[in-house]
Nanobody, 116 residues
Framework: QVQLVEAGGGLVQPGGSLRLSCVAS????????MDWYRQAPGKGRELVAT????????NYADSVKGRFTISRDNAKNTVYLQMNSLKFEDTAMYYC?????????WGQGTQVTVSS
């Protein structure tokens, strides 16, 4: 079955960096685009970054442009989110996501907390 497992979250000071990873299994990873979403307490889920199946095209939310980088390693079935210059408002649960056929798949999430 399809599984998406995130890791790499934690507590970081403003201005710091984290790298999230999402390991996929149960499907042909290199066939599908992947996304990172986040959800802050009391808010809806927000699309953060997207990457095509080959990794040749990416898109970002305006709030993270220039600070976050999405990438993927199809040999490792893994998508990454490098987060630099973190701000208080980046505090959220971060989720890996993919749409495979008509079904939507989410990971369990990894918590990122930006605090001094």
């Amino acid at each position: 079955q399809v599984q998406l497992v995130e890791a790499g979250g934690g507590l970081v000071q403003p201005g710091g960096s984290l790298r999230l990873s999402c390991v996929a299994s149960g499907f042909t990873f290199s066939w599908y685009g992947m996304d990172w979403y986040r959800q802050a307490p009391g808010k809806g889920r927000e699309l953060v970054a997207t990457i095509t199946n080959t990794g040749d095209s990416t898109n970002y939310a305006d709030s993270v442009k220039g600070r976050f980088t999405i990438s993927r390693d199809n040999a490792k079935n893994t998508v990454y989110l490098q987060m630099n210059s973190l701000k208080f408002e980046d505090t959220a649960m971060y989720y890996c996501y993919s749409k495979i056929g008509v079904r939507l798949y989410w990971g369990q999430g990894t918590q990122v907390t930006v605090s001094s």
